[in-house]
């Protein structure tokens, strides 16, 4: 079973469609995506499509990652001690402005840890 894992896409749409280009090639049974959707690059809504057009069309396991959490909690305007780190909460509330309320519950929804299989999305 060929299985890819891939981690920390921080919103860095293009680079994903690399991967997911590369991995197009390989005989891949199922992706495992270990957190960390959103992040430091601003392409919020392409790697949302991105990771539900592959759960749609593969066998899928996702993680939430501490981007998730944060976005979960909103941290937002709420967070003012977080003013202390401009680019990290600039970035974290550009991408709670650009996140779908489908997308916080698709956050939501994710665990933190997996055993086994019984958690896999996909066709
Ligand atoms: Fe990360």
Redesign the pocket.
Do not use: F, I, L, P
């Given at each position: 079973m060929n299985i890819a894992v891939l981690?920390?896409i921080?919103g860095n749409h293009i680079a994903l469609r690399e991967c997911l280009n590369f991995l197009e090639s390989k005989d891949i049974d199922a992706y495992c995506f270990l957190?960390?959707y959103t992040?430091e690059f601003p392409g919020i809504e392409e790697t949302m499509k991105m990771l539900y057009d592959l759960r749609d069309s593969h066998t899928c396991y996702f993680l939430r990652?501490?981007?998730e959490n944060y976005q979960i909690d909103e941290l937002g305007e709420d967070y003012p001690e977080w003013d202390a780190y401009p680019s990290t909460i600039g970035i974290l509330r550009y991408a709670h402005k650009h996140l779908t309320k489908e997308d916080v519950e698709f956050f939501n929804s994710l665990p933190i840890t997996m055993r086994n299989t019984a958690s896999a999305t996909g066709p």
């Open positions: 981690s920390d921080h957190g960390d992040g990652g501490n981007k």
